[in-house]
């Protein structure tokens, strides 16, 4: 059978309970296309061994019991991820070399559910950025491509949405701090989830904001996003902030009935200079809800205009405590050093080299608002203000908000270098109508809605109510039947 | 608020990264773009707002200070760039 690797979660699993396909055919038919896709720059560390042998154990299993849903499912991990023995380098030089003696919660909850991992997935450095313009691995290329520019297929988890949305791997994990999930989901037309603050362990996913950081899966549909998260998610000891909550069967929610849901539309995104198109995607979409029975409510977020700010100190105050591990003695890399240079030389050195420019951007503004003098002044203040964000939306939840709509994205993909002569703010605007869900702690999810004028995917965000995960996605999928969004990228790679 | 060379040098010298003195005029430059961005935090009245410390309201969860895990020295010093007799190396630090 041809292209198995085009296939969704849901179509496999049914193909593989039913013995109609092996996981060896699929997973080979995942790792052809990876070989013929290193144009893409997606997938960083291949592990077509350990693939071959995790999908033999898959078809195993399938034959001799109920098996769980992944089982057999090749997925893409994202190279922030810790996986035993494996390269995970956080997309930086620093951490050359670094093969965990361990396993990350989430990648090991995906292994015992009988998923096989293709290999490591490009992203930008540590995490911090909107293009994957930052990795040590070069950049991943967007899949969706209107003339001879190479777009970004945006950041974090560039390698991670580019790697769906060209049909290399059935589904991948990503990881979102500002909308690290979303915004590349948007730009490659494919699912992203990032889950309530807690809902997945952070152990093993190598640090980069505490108090933001949340795994989740990218997928082609939202069903195949309701099966991973499940598998993904769940209460664990080693992470003290993962939530004892019971994690629900996401996929049985999927019954695309909202009526009476009350949707939310928040007035202060509306942005001035906003393009018409992610206008009227927006408009659109609202009409979606509307026609399938959802009442549509005018809302007031008035905290939004100071998201960005407050987390571009918030997440690098975390990041330059977090990052201060790297220092060439446990792991990872060392610069050379001259005669005669100490201890404070080794880590200078070793800090200067393994780290590229935005990283060490961050950590020395991170540094900087959490210095005397100045940490009431930028870091305890943004706090105060991420107080009142949170603030926002428990008075609209309080008021009988089931859900809110929004764009993903202020733009389209972009070309990859175009945004390299801009000052790093311009950059951080990708993430206007995201970071305000990691500050609350609250899911989101991206939803493919609707192409551009020049073909470019756009998509919807919707944000749900703390551990309301499944519910918000009943209206992400109630919105993809909707919508309608079937697009996939012409191959030119 | 805005930020000088020297001031520039002395974070770069907390955050330990070495940072050529050539160099100091374009972070100084970056530095200031982005506390420009976030200074607009400063038109926010957060007269008797609480700063967050967890954004969801569960506490913390403790556990008893028990021995869980052990005897991993290969393990642990497997990735380090320098070890010897069962330690991490580093130049020296004592006189």
Redesign the interface.
């Known amino acids: 059978m041809a292209n198995l690797n085009s296939l969704t979660i849901s179509e496999a699993r049914d193909k593989l309970k039913s013995k109609e396909i092996s996981s060896l055919e699929l997973t080979n038919s995942c790792l052809s296309a990876i070989d013929a896709a290193n144009a893409l720059g997606a997938f960083v560390h291949k592990t077509p061994e350990l693939a071959i042998e995790q999908a033999k154990c898959a078809d195993e299993r399938l034959k001799r019991e109920n098996a769980p849903d992944l089982c057999g499912i090749p997925l893409g991990i994202k190279d922030l991820f810790c996986t035993k023995g494996v390269e995970s380098q956080a997309g930086s030089r620093i951490l050359e ?5 361990y396993e990350s919660t989430v990648s090991q909850n995906l292994i015992d559910n009988g998923t096989v991992m293709l290999g490591k997935l490009n992203m930008d450095e540590f995490a911090m950025g909107s293009s994957n313009e930052t990795s040590v691995y070069g950049n991943a290329i967007n899949p969706w491509k209107i003339d001879e520019r190479e777009l970004t297929p945006g950041g974090s988890s560039g390698g991670s949405a580019a790697a769906v949305a060209a049909d290399l791997c059935l589904g991948a994990t990503g990881t979102d701090t500002g909308g690290s999930i979303r915004q590349p989901a948007a730009f490659t037309g494919i699912v992203g989830i990032k889950p ?3 809902r997945c362990s952070r152990w093993g996913v190598i640090a980069f904001a505490s ?1 933001l950081d949340q795994a989740g899966p990218m997928t082609k549909t939202v069903r195949d996003g309701a099966i991973m998260l499940g598998a993904m998610a769940g209460n664990d ?1 080693k992470d ?5 909550i019971e994690v629900p069967n996401f996929e049985a929610m999927l019954t695309g009935d909202i009526k009476g849901k009350r949707i939310g539309i928040p007035e202060e995104y509306r942005l001035d200079g906003m393009p018409s198109e992610i206008e009227k995607l927006w408009s659109d979409g609202t009409e979606m809800l509307r026609q399938a029975g959802a009442k549509i409510v005018n809302i007031s977020l008035p ?1 939004t ?2 998201a ?3 987390y ?2 918030i997440a690098p105050a975390e990041a ?1 405590s977090n990052l ?1 591990r790297y ?8 610069a050379a ?1 001259s005669s005669g ?9 070793t ?2 080299e393994g ?1 590229g420019s935005e990283v ?2 961050r ?3 991170g ?3 959490l ?1 005397a003098g100045f940490y009431d ?2 870091y ?9 964000i ?1 603030k926002d939306f428990d008075e609209v939840f309080a008021d009988g908000v089931d859900a809110i709509l929004t764009p993903t994205t202020p733009s389209a993909a972009f070309g990859l270098g175009e945004m390299s002569d801009a ?3 311009q950059m ?1 605007l990708n993430d206007v109508f995201t970071v305000t869900v990691n ?3 609250l899911p989101g999810v991206s939803v493919p809605a609707g192409v551009d004028k020049s073909g470019l995917p756009l998509g919807l965000q919707v944000i749900g109510r ?1 551990w309301e995960e499944g519910e918000m996605l009943n209206i992400a999928y109630s919105l993809e039947q909707s919508a309608g969004f079937s697009s996939k990228p012409s191959k030119w790679w | 608020m805005s930020i000088d060379e020297n001031t520039a040098a002395k974070v770069a010298k907390l955050a330990r990264i070495k940072v050529e003195s050539q160099d100091l005029k374009a972070l100084v430059k970056e530095f200031n773009d982005i506390l420009g961005f976030i200074g607009q935090l400063n038109e926010v009245d957060v007269e008797g707002i609480e700063p967050m410390t967890s954004v969801t309201p569960q506490q913390l969860i403790r556990r008893r200070d028990n021995i869980t895990d052990g005897d991993k020295q290969t393990s642990v010093l497997k990735n380090a760039p320098l070890s010897r007799e069962g330690f991490y190396a580093v130049p020296k630090v004592v006189e």
């Open positions: 070399n670094f093969k965990p003696e309530t603050y807690g108090s000891p003290s902030t993962s939530a004892n905290h205009k100071y960005l700010p407050a571009y100190v330059s201060a220092d060439g003695v446990r792991y990872g890399r060392r050093l240079d100490g201890i404070n030389e080794m880590y200078e050195k800090r200067s780290f060490k951007r950590v020395m503004i540094t900087y608002v210095s002044a930028y305890n203040r943004a706090r105060r203000v991420r107080t009142l949170k000052d790093p703010v951080y500050l609350a702690g703390p």
